[in-house]
Protein backbone atom coordinates (compact mmCIF):
# COMPACT_ATOMS: atom_id res chain seq x y z
CA UNK A 1 0.00 0.00 0.00
CA UNK A 2 2.58 2.46 1.14
CA UNK A 3 5.01 1.68 -1.88
CA UNK A 4 2.02 2.40 -4.56
CA UNK A 5 1.09 5.57 -2.98
CA UNK A 6 4.45 6.84 -2.95
CA UNK A 7 5.51 6.13 -6.61
CA UNK A 8 7.92 7.99 -8.00
CA UNK A 9 8.82 10.03 -4.97
CA UNK A 10 12.03 9.04 -2.98
CA UNK A 11 11.92 8.94 0.70
CA UNK A 12 16.14 9.99 0.86
CA UNK A 13 15.29 12.95 -1.30
CA UNK A 14 11.70 14.19 0.72
CA UNK A 15 13.75 13.80 4.04
CA UNK A 16 16.71 16.25 2.42
CA UNK A 17 14.33 18.55 1.76
CA UNK A 18 12.62 18.52 5.32
CA UNK A 19 9.42 17.83 3.75
CA UNK A 20 9.27 14.22 5.94
CA UNK A 21 10.45 13.23 9.65
CA UNK A 22 10.84 9.91 10.22
CA UNK A 23 7.92 9.20 13.20
CA UNK A 24 5.63 10.13 10.08
CA UNK A 25 6.40 7.32 7.80
CA UNK A 26 4.67 4.55 9.73
CA UNK A 27 3.17 2.58 7.03
CA UNK A 28 -0.15 2.00 9.10
CA UNK A 29 -0.46 5.69 8.92
CA UNK A 30 -0.68 6.17 5.14
CA UNK A 31 -4.03 6.99 3.91
CA UNK A 32 -5.37 4.92 0.97
CA UNK A 33 -6.23 8.01 -1.45
CA UNK A 34 -5.80 6.94 -5.03
CA UNK A 35 -5.89 10.70 -5.94
CA UNK A 36 -2.71 11.64 -4.12
CA UNK A 37 -0.23 10.58 -1.97
CA UNK A 38 -0.41 10.77 1.70
CA UNK A 39 2.29 9.86 4.31
CA UNK A 40 0.03 10.21 7.82
CA UNK A 41 -2.54 13.01 7.36
CA UNK A 42 -0.37 14.57 5.31
CA UNK A 43 0.08 14.91 1.39
CA UNK A 44 3.58 14.39 -0.06
CA UNK A 45 4.26 17.31 -1.06
CA UNK A 46 5.13 18.09 -4.71
CA UNK A 47 9.05 17.84 -6.11
CA UNK A 48 10.44 21.36 -6.33
CA UNK A 49 10.19 23.83 -9.59
CA UNK A 50 14.06 24.20 -10.64
CA UNK A 51 15.07 27.08 -12.16
CA UNK A 52 18.68 26.58 -14.07
CA UNK A 53 19.73 29.86 -14.71
CA UNK A 54 23.22 29.74 -17.14
CA UNK A 55 25.24 32.58 -18.39
CA UNK A 56 27.75 32.66 -20.98
CA UNK A 57 31.39 33.55 -20.88
CA UNK A 58 30.87 35.48 -17.18
CA UNK A 59 34.14 35.41 -15.74
CA UNK A 60 34.38 34.98 -12.06
CA UNK A 61 35.57 38.66 -11.64
CA UNK A 62 31.96 39.70 -13.66
CA UNK A 63 29.76 39.79 -10.54
CA UNK A 64 29.22 42.64 -8.18
CA UNK A 65 30.32 40.20 -5.05
CA UNK A 66 33.51 39.68 -6.62
CA UNK A 67 33.91 42.98 -8.59
CA UNK A 68 34.11 46.61 -8.19
CA UNK A 69 33.09 47.94 -11.43
CA UNK A 70 30.14 45.68 -12.50
CA UNK A 71 26.75 46.35 -10.69
CA UNK A 72 24.55 43.21 -10.01
CA UNK A 73 22.29 43.61 -6.98
CA UNK A 74 19.55 41.36 -7.84
CA UNK A 75 22.38 38.34 -8.12
CA UNK A 76 24.62 39.95 -5.26
CA UNK A 77 21.20 39.49 -3.01
CA UNK A 78 20.23 36.31 -4.73
CA UNK A 79 23.27 34.70 -3.70
CA UNK A 80 23.95 36.23 -0.31
CA UNK A 81 20.51 34.80 0.91
CA UNK A 82 21.06 31.20 -0.55
CA UNK A 83 24.46 29.62 -0.47
CA UNK A 84 27.63 31.47 -2.71
CA UNK A 85 29.28 28.12 -4.23
CA UNK A 86 32.97 29.01 -3.90
CA UNK A 87 34.53 26.01 -4.82
CA UNK A 88 32.46 25.90 -8.01
CA UNK A 89 34.22 24.00 -11.80
CA UNK A 90 32.62 24.20 -14.93
CA UNK A 91 34.87 23.70 -18.26
CA UNK A 92 36.80 26.34 -20.07
CA UNK A 93 34.36 26.77 -23.39
CA UNK A 94 30.45 26.07 -23.95
CA UNK A 95 30.04 22.64 -25.65
CA UNK A 96 31.87 20.75 -22.90
CA UNK A 97 30.23 22.61 -19.76
CA UNK A 98 26.27 22.23 -21.68
CA UNK A 99 26.86 18.48 -22.59
CA UNK A 100 28.12 17.78 -19.09
CA UNK A 101 25.37 19.74 -17.21
CA UNK A 102 22.59 17.82 -19.79
CA UNK A 103 24.62 14.23 -19.32
CA UNK A 104 26.29 14.16 -15.97
CA UNK A 105 28.94 12.76 -17.39
CA UNK A 106 33.02 13.68 -18.69
CA UNK A 107 33.56 14.55 -21.99
CA UNK A 108 35.91 11.57 -22.30
CA UNK A 109 32.40 9.33 -22.14
CA UNK A 110 30.55 11.55 -24.76
CA UNK A 111 33.14 11.74 -27.30
CA UNK A 112 32.65 15.40 -26.81
CA UNK A 113 36.18 16.01 -25.08
CA UNK A 114 37.58 18.09 -28.21
CA UNK A 115 36.79 21.94 -28.79
CA UNK A 116 33.15 22.58 -29.42
CA UNK A 117 30.78 21.42 -31.78
CA UNK A 118 30.91 23.90 -35.09
CA UNK A 119 27.46 24.64 -36.94
CA UNK A 120 28.47 22.74 -39.89
CA UNK A 121 29.99 19.85 -37.91
CA UNK A 122 27.05 16.07 -38.54
CA UNK A 123 27.51 16.06 -34.69
CA UNK A 124 25.79 16.45 -31.28
CA UNK A 125 24.97 14.78 -28.05
CA UNK A 126 25.75 11.30 -28.35
CA UNK A 127 21.96 9.63 -28.94
CA UNK A 128 22.76 6.71 -26.25
CA UNK A 129 23.30 9.36 -23.41
CA UNK A 130 19.52 9.63 -21.19
CA UNK A 131 19.83 13.27 -20.91
CA UNK A 132 18.32 15.18 -17.52
CA UNK A 133 15.31 16.47 -18.98
CA UNK A 134 14.20 13.05 -20.01
CA UNK A 135 15.05 11.58 -16.20
CA UNK A 136 12.69 14.73 -15.47
CA UNK A 137 9.95 14.08 -17.52
CA UNK A 138 9.87 10.33 -16.27
CA UNK A 139 9.40 11.79 -13.23
CA UNK A 140 6.86 13.79 -13.67
CA UNK A 141 8.06 17.19 -13.98
CA UNK A 142 7.15 19.61 -17.19
CA UNK A 143 10.38 20.47 -19.33
CA UNK A 144 10.83 23.59 -21.00
CA UNK A 145 14.13 25.19 -22.21
CA UNK A 146 15.10 29.00 -23.51
CA UNK A 147 18.33 30.34 -24.84
CA UNK A 148 21.44 28.96 -26.69
CA UNK A 149 21.57 25.03 -26.97
CA UNK A 150 25.20 24.25 -28.61
CA UNK A 151 24.91 21.08 -28.52
CA UNK A 152 24.50 20.11 -32.18
CA UNK A 153 21.73 20.22 -34.84
CA UNK A 154 23.19 18.30 -37.92
CA UNK A 155 19.47 15.75 -37.69
CA UNK A 156 16.43 16.31 -35.60
CA UNK A 157 16.62 13.74 -33.76
CA UNK A 158 19.93 16.19 -32.02
CA UNK A 159 17.05 18.81 -30.89
CA UNK A 160 16.16 20.31 -27.98
CA UNK A 161 13.15 18.67 -28.21
CA UNK A 162 14.20 15.08 -29.27
CA UNK A 163 16.44 15.31 -25.99
CA UNK A 164 13.73 15.57 -23.23
CA UNK A 165 12.59 19.48 -23.83
CA UNK A 166 8.80 19.65 -23.86
CA UNK A 167 9.17 23.15 -25.66
CA UNK A 168 12.09 25.22 -26.98
CA UNK A 169 12.91 28.45 -27.59
CA UNK A 170 16.25 30.08 -28.86
CA UNK A 171 19.13 29.66 -30.88
CA UNK A 172 21.10 26.38 -32.01
CA UNK A 173 24.87 27.96 -32.46
CA UNK A 174 26.94 29.10 -30.62
CA UNK A 175 27.09 32.95 -31.15
CA UNK A 176 24.21 34.95 -32.69
CA UNK A 177 23.21 38.78 -33.20
CA UNK A 178 21.72 40.02 -30.17
CA UNK A 179 19.00 41.54 -32.40
CA UNK A 180 18.79 39.95 -35.60
CA UNK A 181 19.93 36.40 -34.78
CA UNK A 182 22.25 36.15 -37.74
CA UNK A 183 25.16 33.75 -36.85
CA UNK A 184 28.42 32.94 -38.63
CA UNK A 185 30.64 30.27 -39.28
CA UNK A 186 33.39 31.60 -41.16
CA UNK A 187 33.18 34.25 -43.75
CA UNK A 188 30.31 33.09 -46.21
CA UNK A 189 28.40 31.02 -44.23
CA UNK A 190 25.98 32.60 -42.62
CA UNK A 191 21.88 32.41 -41.56
CA UNK A 192 19.48 32.92 -39.45
CA UNK A 193 19.26 31.12 -36.02
CA UNK A 194 15.81 31.23 -33.69
CA UNK A 195 13.85 28.62 -33.28
CA UNK A 196 10.40 27.99 -31.81
CA UNK A 197 10.18 24.17 -30.82
CA UNK A 198 11.66 22.50 -34.47
CA UNK A 199 10.85 25.58 -36.70
CA UNK A 200 12.43 28.60 -37.45
CA UNK A 201 10.91 31.84 -36.01
CA UNK A 202 11.42 34.15 -38.62
CA UNK A 203 9.20 36.30 -37.12
CA UNK A 204 10.46 37.08 -33.53
CA UNK A 205 13.71 38.89 -34.57
CA UNK A 206 14.69 42.17 -33.35
CA UNK A 207 14.25 42.34 -29.78
CA UNK A 208 17.39 41.72 -27.52
CA UNK A 209 17.46 38.64 -26.79
CA UNK A 210 18.11 38.56 -23.12
CA UNK A 211 14.63 39.95 -23.26
CA UNK A 212 13.03 38.23 -25.23
CA UNK A 213 14.11 34.69 -23.44
CA UNK A 214 13.04 36.64 -20.40
CA UNK A 215 9.56 37.02 -21.85
CA UNK A 216 9.25 33.75 -22.92
CA UNK A 217 10.29 32.38 -19.50
CA UNK A 218 7.78 34.62 -17.54
CA UNK A 219 5.00 33.51 -20.37
CA UNK A 220 5.90 29.45 -19.27
CA UNK A 221 5.51 30.53 -15.79
CA UNK A 222 2.37 32.76 -16.30
CA UNK A 223 0.37 30.02 -17.97
CA UNK A 224 1.33 26.61 -15.98
CA UNK A 225 -0.30 25.55 -13.21
CA UNK A 226 2.17 25.23 -9.95
CA UNK A 227 0.45 23.07 -8.06
CA UNK A 228 -0.41 20.65 -10.70
CA UNK A 229 2.97 19.11 -11.77
CA UNK A 230 6.18 20.43 -11.10
CA UNK A 231 8.32 22.59 -13.56
CA UNK A 232 11.85 22.29 -14.96
CA UNK A 233 13.42 25.21 -16.77
CA UNK A 234 16.47 25.44 -18.73
CA UNK A 235 16.95 29.08 -19.11
CA UNK A 236 20.86 29.58 -21.38
CA UNK A 237 21.52 33.08 -21.46
CA UNK A 238 23.39 33.88 -24.90
CA UNK A 239 24.79 36.70 -22.82
CA UNK A 240 27.59 37.93 -22.03
CA UNK A 241 29.00 36.31 -25.44
CA UNK A 242 30.55 38.29 -28.01
CA UNK A 243 29.02 40.18 -29.83
CA UNK A 244 29.16 43.24 -27.23
CA UNK A 245 25.54 44.19 -28.23
CA UNK A 246 23.17 46.22 -25.77
CA UNK A 247 20.02 48.16 -25.19
CA UNK A 248 21.57 52.07 -24.72
CA UNK A 249 20.18 52.24 -21.12
CA UNK A 250 22.30 50.02 -19.48
CA UNK A 251 25.62 51.35 -20.14
CA UNK A 252 24.78 54.94 -18.82
CA UNK A 253 25.67 54.25 -15.52
CA UNK A 254 29.15 52.64 -17.00
CA UNK A 255 30.02 55.86 -18.79
CA UNK A 256 32.97 56.26 -16.10
CA UNK A 257 34.64 52.81 -17.06
CA UNK A 258 37.41 53.79 -19.72
CA UNK A 259 38.01 50.54 -21.24
CA UNK A 260 35.09 50.54 -24.05
CA UNK A 261 34.92 46.51 -24.53
CA UNK A 262 34.89 46.45 -20.61
CA UNK A 263 31.89 49.66 -20.64
CA UNK A 264 29.69 47.53 -22.92
CA UNK A 265 30.13 44.34 -21.42
CA UNK A 266 29.24 45.05 -17.92
CA UNK A 267 26.44 46.81 -19.99
CA UNK A 268 25.03 43.36 -20.68
CA UNK A 269 25.49 41.84 -17.67
CA UNK A 270 23.31 44.56 -16.00
CA UNK A 271 20.53 43.46 -18.50
CA UNK A 272 21.37 39.79 -16.62
CA UNK A 273 20.87 41.10 -13.52
CA UNK A 274 17.83 43.10 -14.45
CA UNK A 275 16.46 39.80 -16.45
CA UNK A 276 16.88 37.29 -13.41
CA UNK A 277 14.68 39.95 -11.45
CA UNK A 278 11.86 39.83 -13.78
CA UNK A 279 11.95 36.36 -13.75
CA UNK A 280 12.30 36.10 -9.84
CA UNK A 281 9.25 38.10 -9.58
CA UNK A 282 7.42 35.94 -11.65
CA UNK A 283 8.01 33.17 -10.06
CA UNK A 284 6.51 34.50 -6.81
CA UNK A 285 3.52 36.05 -8.55
CA UNK A 286 2.52 32.91 -10.07
CA UNK A 287 2.91 30.63 -6.74
CA UNK A 288 6.18 28.97 -7.89
CA UNK A 289 8.66 30.62 -5.11
CA UNK A 290 7.70 28.83 -1.88
CA UNK A 291 8.27 25.27 -3.51
CA UNK A 292 11.39 26.76 -6.02
CA UNK A 293 15.48 26.07 -6.49
CA UNK A 294 16.77 28.75 -8.33
CA UNK A 295 20.49 27.95 -9.78
CA UNK A 296 22.79 30.27 -11.41
CA UNK A 297 26.07 29.55 -13.00
CA UNK A 298 28.22 30.37 -15.85
CA UNK A 299 29.48 28.09 -18.45
CA UNK A 300 33.50 29.12 -18.46
CA UNK A 301 35.77 31.74 -17.79
CA UNK A 302 35.70 35.08 -19.01
CA UNK A 303 37.05 36.34 -22.00
CA UNK A 304 39.39 39.57 -21.27
CA UNK A 305 39.74 40.16 -24.76
CA UNK A 306 35.97 41.01 -24.82
CA UNK A 307 35.60 42.88 -21.68
CA UNK A 308 35.61 39.94 -19.22
CA UNK A 309 37.46 39.58 -16.26
CA UNK A 310 38.63 36.54 -13.92
CA UNK A 311 40.85 38.51 -11.83
CA UNK A 312 42.41 36.94 -9.35
CA UNK A 313 42.55 34.30 -11.10
CA UNK A 314 44.81 33.14 -13.72
CA UNK A 315 43.86 31.79 -17.39
CA UNK A 316 40.66 33.18 -19.27
CA UNK A 317 38.10 31.19 -21.38
CA UNK A 318 39.45 28.17 -22.67
CA UNK A 319 42.47 27.31 -20.64
CA UNK A 320 42.39 24.60 -17.87
CA UNK A 321 43.51 27.65 -15.78
CA UNK A 322 41.53 28.62 -12.62
CA UNK A 323 40.00 31.59 -14.77
CA UNK A 324 38.73 29.18 -17.77
CA UNK A 325 37.43 26.77 -14.93
CA UNK A 326 36.20 28.09 -11.82
CA UNK A 327 32.84 29.33 -12.24
CA UNK A 328 30.63 31.65 -10.61
CA UNK A 329 27.67 29.86 -8.93
CA UNK A 330 25.04 29.80 -6.13
CA UNK A 331 22.15 28.25 -4.89
CA UNK A 332 18.80 30.04 -3.72
CA UNK A 333 15.56 28.78 -2.47
CA UNK A 334 13.19 29.09 0.67
CA UNK A 335 14.42 24.87 0.46
CA UNK A 336 18.26 25.29 1.93
CA UNK A 337 18.55 24.36 5.52
CA UNK A 338 21.05 26.48 5.98
CA UNK A 339 21.45 29.88 4.13
CA UNK A 340 23.38 33.27 3.89
CA UNK A 341 26.91 31.56 3.72
CA UNK A 342 29.69 30.72 1.85
CA UNK A 343 29.93 27.40 0.60
CA UNK A 344 33.92 25.68 -0.02
CA UNK A 345 32.48 22.14 -0.72
CA UNK A 346 33.69 20.87 -4.33
CA UNK A 347 30.99 20.67 -6.73
CA UNK A 348 31.47 19.98 -10.61
CA UNK A 349 28.76 20.92 -13.01
CA UNK A 350 28.21 17.17 -13.54
CA UNK A 351 26.76 17.07 -10.32
CA UNK A 352 23.91 18.91 -11.25
CA UNK A 353 22.46 15.72 -13.36
CA UNK A 354 22.18 13.59 -9.85
CA UNK A 355 21.38 16.60 -7.27
CA UNK A 356 18.72 17.14 -9.27
CA UNK A 357 17.73 13.71 -10.02
CA UNK A 358 17.20 13.16 -6.73
CA UNK A 359 15.84 16.87 -5.84
CA UNK A 360 12.81 15.63 -8.23
CA UNK A 361 12.23 12.64 -6.22
CA UNK A 362 14.63 9.58 -8.20
CA UNK A 363 16.78 7.66 -6.66
CA UNK A 364 20.02 6.31 -7.43
CA UNK A 365 19.18 3.66 -9.99
CA UNK A 366 17.92 6.55 -12.53
CA UNK A 367 21.85 8.13 -12.11
CA UNK A 368 23.56 5.13 -12.04
CA UNK A 369 27.10 5.23 -14.58
CA UNK A 370 27.46 9.27 -14.29
CA UNK A 371 30.77 10.86 -13.50
CA UNK A 372 28.74 13.69 -11.02
CA UNK A 373 27.44 13.31 -7.42
CA UNK A 374 24.69 14.29 -5.40
CA UNK A 375 25.81 17.75 -3.39
CA UNK A 376 22.56 18.99 -2.09
CA UNK A 377 23.01 17.98 1.50
CA UNK A 378 26.81 19.71 1.11
CA UNK A 379 24.78 22.87 -0.68
CA UNK A 380 21.47 22.85 1.80
CA UNK A 381 23.01 21.45 4.86
CA UNK A 382 27.12 22.41 4.75
CA UNK A 383 27.48 18.92 4.82
CA UNK A 384 31.11 17.78 3.30
CA UNK A 385 30.61 16.98 -0.47
CA UNK A 386 31.28 13.69 -1.60
CA UNK A 387 32.97 14.49 -4.44
CA UNK A 388 37.11 14.59 -3.71
CA UNK A 389 38.19 14.13 -7.55
CA UNK A 390 37.39 16.16 -10.72
CA UNK A 391 38.87 14.88 -14.38
CA UNK A 392 39.18 18.82 -15.92
CA UNK A 393 39.68 16.76 -19.02
CA UNK A 394 41.71 15.00 -21.60
CA UNK A 395 41.84 16.21 -24.91
CA UNK A 396 44.57 14.10 -27.03
CA UNK A 397 43.93 15.90 -30.14
CA UNK A 398 44.75 20.03 -29.23
CA UNK A 399 48.06 21.07 -29.84
CA UNK A 400 50.82 18.47 -28.26
CA UNK A 401 53.33 20.45 -26.62
CA UNK A 402 56.72 20.30 -28.25
CA UNK A 403 58.75 19.74 -24.88
CA UNK A 404 55.99 16.72 -23.82
CA UNK A 405 57.25 13.29 -23.52
CA UNK A 406 56.63 9.81 -21.51
CA UNK A 407 59.91 10.35 -20.35
CA UNK A 408 58.86 13.68 -18.32
CA UNK A 409 55.84 11.99 -17.28
CA UNK A 410 57.67 9.20 -15.48
CA UNK A 411 56.93 6.59 -18.17
CA UNK A 412 53.02 6.97 -16.73
CA UNK A 413 51.51 9.50 -19.06
CA UNK A 414 53.09 11.60 -22.35
CA UNK A 415 52.82 14.82 -20.96
CA UNK A 416 52.44 16.74 -24.16
CA UNK A 417 48.53 15.76 -24.11
CA UNK A 418 46.66 18.32 -23.02
CA UNK A 419 45.14 17.17 -19.69
CA UNK A 420 44.34 18.67 -16.72
CA UNK A 421 42.73 16.73 -12.88
CA UNK A 422 42.31 18.18 -9.56
CA UNK A 423 42.32 15.48 -6.28
CA UNK A 424 41.46 17.08 -2.51
CA UNK A 425 43.89 19.94 -2.53
CA UNK A 426 46.03 18.94 -5.57
CA UNK A 427 45.45 20.33 -9.03
CA UNK A 428 48.03 18.95 -12.26
CA UNK A 429 47.98 20.21 -15.71
CA UNK A 430 50.12 18.63 -18.13
CA UNK A 431 50.06 19.53 -22.32
CA UNK A 432 49.39 23.08 -22.93
CA UNK A 433 47.06 24.02 -21.00
CA UNK A 434 46.38 27.81 -22.74
CA UNK A 435 47.19 31.02 -22.31
CA UNK A 436 48.21 31.52 -18.58
CA UNK A 437 49.07 34.96 -17.46
CA UNK A 438 47.06 36.68 -14.67
CA UNK A 439 45.22 39.78 -16.33
CA UNK A 440 44.18 42.23 -13.64
CA UNK A 441 41.00 44.55 -13.97
CA UNK A 442 40.93 46.52 -17.66
CA UNK A 443 41.30 50.25 -16.24
CA UNK A 444 43.21 51.31 -19.41
CA UNK A 445 41.08 52.53 -22.06
CA UNK A 446 42.96 49.89 -24.51
CA UNK A 447 45.98 48.49 -26.18
CA UNK A 448 47.54 47.61 -29.28
CA UNK A 449 45.99 43.85 -30.37
CA UNK A 450 49.42 43.12 -31.42
CA UNK A 451 50.35 42.90 -27.89
CA UNK A 452 47.56 40.09 -27.26
CA UNK A 453 48.61 37.94 -30.26
CA UNK A 454 52.24 38.05 -29.40
CA UNK A 455 51.25 36.53 -25.51
CA UNK A 456 48.86 34.46 -27.57
CA UNK A 457 51.46 32.64 -29.39
CA UNK A 458 53.81 32.28 -26.71
CA UNK A 459 54.19 28.81 -25.94
CA UNK A 460 55.14 27.38 -22.12
CA UNK A 461 58.83 25.43 -21.89
CA UNK A 462 56.87 23.43 -19.24
CA UNK A 463 54.43 20.32 -19.73
CA UNK A 464 53.56 19.84 -16.46
CA UNK A 465 52.13 21.88 -12.90
CA UNK A 466 51.36 20.79 -9.89
CA UNK A 467 49.53 23.38 -7.54
CA UNK A 468 48.17 23.00 -4.05
CA UNK A 469 44.99 24.40 -5.11
CA UNK A 470 43.28 24.93 -1.62
CA UNK A 471 46.59 27.03 -0.67
CA UNK A 472 47.08 28.55 -3.88
CA UNK A 473 44.01 29.58 -5.64
CA UNK A 474 45.72 31.98 -8.16
CA UNK A 475 48.20 29.24 -9.08
CA UNK A 476 51.13 31.12 -8.69
CA UNK A 477 53.58 28.25 -7.00
CA UNK A 478 54.34 25.07 -9.27
CA UNK A 479 55.33 22.61 -7.09
CA UNK A 480 55.61 19.53 -9.62
CA UNK A 481 59.53 19.39 -8.47
CA UNK A 482 59.20 19.55 -4.78
CA UNK A 483 56.39 16.68 -4.86
CA UNK A 484 57.32 14.25 -7.87
CA UNK A 485 54.95 11.81 -5.53
CA UNK A 486 51.62 13.62 -6.19
CA UNK A 487 52.70 14.16 -9.44
CA UNK A 488 52.93 10.55 -10.27
CA UNK A 489 50.09 9.42 -8.47
CA UNK A 490 47.97 12.04 -10.46
CA UNK A 491 49.45 10.84 -13.77
CA UNK A 492 48.40 7.39 -12.64
CA UNK A 493 44.80 8.95 -12.21
CA UNK A 494 45.60 10.23 -15.94
CA UNK A 495 46.37 7.27 -17.33
CA UNK A 496 42.78 5.41 -15.03
CA UNK A 497 40.61 7.78 -16.76
CA UNK A 498 41.85 7.49 -20.24
CA UNK A 499 41.15 4.00 -20.19
CA UNK A 500 37.37 4.56 -19.56
CA UNK A 501 37.73 7.55 -22.84
CA UNK A 502 35.61 6.78 -25.70
CA UNK A 503 36.86 8.14 -29.45
CA UNK A 504 36.51 11.51 -30.11
CA UNK A 505 33.87 12.68 -32.14
CA UNK A 506 35.37 15.50 -34.29
CA UNK A 507 34.01 14.85 -37.72
CA UNK A 508 34.86 17.26 -40.55
CA UNK A 509 32.95 20.12 -41.65
CA UNK A 510 29.92 18.81 -44.26
CA UNK A 511 29.01 21.64 -47.07
CA UNK A 512 25.49 20.64 -46.40
CA UNK A 513 25.35 22.49 -44.05
CA UNK A 514 25.37 26.00 -45.52
CA UNK A 515 22.49 28.03 -44.35
CA UNK A 516 22.27 29.03 -48.45
CA UNK A 517 21.17 25.37 -48.95
CA UNK A 518 18.90 25.61 -46.20
CA UNK A 519 16.25 28.48 -46.78
CA UNK A 520 18.93 31.32 -44.85
CA UNK A 521 18.49 28.99 -41.66
CA UNK A 522 21.03 27.55 -39.66
CA UNK A 523 18.58 24.26 -39.42
CA UNK A 524 19.06 20.15 -39.78
CA UNK A 525 20.11 19.17 -42.79
CA UNK A 526 20.86 15.57 -42.51
CA UNK A 527 17.72 13.31 -42.54
CA UNK A 528 16.94 10.67 -39.60
CA UNK A 529 17.47 8.06 -41.79
CA UNK A 530 20.82 8.64 -43.01
CA UNK A 531 23.52 6.80 -41.04
CA UNK A 532 26.35 8.37 -39.17
CA UNK A 533 30.02 8.19 -40.60
CA UNK A 534 31.57 7.63 -38.15
CA UNK A 535 34.50 6.47 -39.98
CA UNK A 536 35.29 10.43 -40.79
CA UNK A 537 35.98 10.79 -36.84
CA UNK A 538 38.90 11.56 -35.24
CA UNK A 539 39.96 7.93 -33.11
CA UNK A 540 41.90 8.37 -29.90
CA UNK A 541 44.34 5.77 -30.93
CA UNK A 542 44.07 5.90 -34.64
CA UNK A 543 47.58 7.10 -35.26
CA UNK A 544 50.78 8.07 -33.91
CA UNK A 545 50.39 11.90 -32.15
CA UNK A 546 53.14 13.26 -34.33
CA UNK A 547 51.64 12.44 -37.89
CA UNK A 548 48.32 13.74 -36.17
CA UNK A 549 50.72 16.97 -35.59
CA UNK A 550 52.04 16.94 -39.18
CA UNK A 551 48.41 16.48 -40.74
CA UNK A 552 47.06 19.01 -38.46
CA UNK A 553 49.49 21.78 -39.51
CA UNK A 554 48.81 20.76 -43.29
CA UNK A 555 45.56 21.68 -43.29
CA UNK A 556 45.78 24.85 -40.71
CA UNK A 557 43.28 22.87 -38.94
CA UNK A 558 44.61 23.96 -35.45
CA UNK A 559 45.74 27.02 -35.90
CA UNK A 560 42.62 28.20 -37.50
CA UNK A 561 40.66 26.15 -34.37
CA UNK A 562 42.74 28.63 -31.82
CA UNK A 563 42.23 31.56 -33.58
CA UNK A 564 39.16 31.32 -33.57
CA UNK A 565 38.42 30.34 -30.18
CA UNK A 566 40.55 33.29 -28.99
CA UNK A 567 38.54 35.54 -31.12
CA UNK A 568 35.45 34.46 -29.64
CA UNK A 569 34.00 33.27 -32.44
CA UNK A 570 33.00 29.95 -30.46
Known sequence: MATTALTGFSMMSLLSLGYLTWDLMSPNQVENDPEKPFIGRFPVPQPPHIIFIMTDDQGFNDIGYHSSDIR????DKLAADGVKLENYYIQPICTPSRSQFI???????????HSIIRPCQPNCLPFDQVT???????????THMVGKWHLGFYKKECLPTRRGFDTYFGSLTGSVNYYTYDGCDGAGLCGFDLHEGESVAWGQSGKYSTHLYTQRVRKILATHDPQSQPL???LSFQAVHTPLQYPDEYIYPYLGLENVARRKYAAMVSAVDEAVRNITYALRKYGYYQNSVIIFSTDN??????????WPLRGRKGTYWEGGIRGLGFVHSPLLRKKRRVSKALVHITDW?????????GDESLTEGVDGYNVWEAISEGKESPRLEILHNIDPLYNHARTGSLQKGYGIWNTAIQASIRAGDWKLLTG???YGDWIPPQILPGFPSSWWKQERHTRPRKTVWLFNISGDPYERYDLSEQRPDVVKQLLARLVYYNRTAVPVRYPSEDPRADPYLNGGAWVPWVG??????????FQKKSMDWKKKLKLSKSRSFFGKLKTRIMSNIV
Do not use: C, K, M
Open 72 to 75: TPVL
Open 103 to 113: TGRYQIHTGLQ
Open 132 to 142: LPQRLQELGYS
Open 232 to 234: FIF
Open 301 to 310: GGQPLSGGSN
Open 353 to 361: YPTLVGLAG
Open 432 to 434: DPG
Open 528 to 537: DEEEDNWGSF
